[in-house]
């Protein structure tokens, strides 16, 4: 057609909703559970989470880094499922096959939230030792 002008474009603009966690820890599995309560008190403070529900997850994967991701984002489908939050993490390593068991609270509708993490990217992903044993980290999506 002529004369007719192209109706789409497309740009880019600055988004702000990802926050960077860091868990640090004697080794890998405790810096993992590190970034876990990281991730989950964005959602709700620690201390005010009851031992109440409890959760496992297992995983098999081989790269530290992306084993850290299967780790955060199969606790955040485990408190989806069991409408919880968890305070409470404990991770085991046999080779490339990961067990994990996470403990914390039923949301109820009277309590306060704090900000709902969506999952955890490959955003500044890094799993690495540390002076006083190992650090893991990533952004993870708010």
């Known amino acids: 057609m002529a004369g007719s002008a192209s109706a789409s474009s497309t740009d880019y603009f600055e988004h702000g909703a990802d926050i960077g966690v860091i868990g640090r820890g004697l080794n ?10 990281a991730m989950f008190a964005i959602m709700a403070e ?18 530290l880094e992306f084993a850290l ?6 606790l955040l489908a485990a408190a989806r499922e069991k409408r919880a939050v968890f305070a409470d993490f404990h991770l085991e390593r046999d080779k490339d096959h990961w067990r994990g068991t996470a403990r914390g609270a039923h949301w109820r509708r009277d309590e306060e939230r704090g900000t709902e993490v969506k999952g955890a990217t490959l955003t500044e992903l890094a799993v690495r030792p540390a002076a006083d044993g190992w650090e893991a980290r990533c952004v993870v999506d708010v």
């Open 28 to 37: 890998v599995e405790r810096a993992f559970e590190g970034a876990a309560r």
């Open 46 to 63: 620690p201390a005010s989470v009851t031992l109440e529900v409890r959760a496992e997850v297992q995983f098999d994967e081989s790269d």
């Open 69 to 74: 991701v299967q780790w955060l984002n199969a």
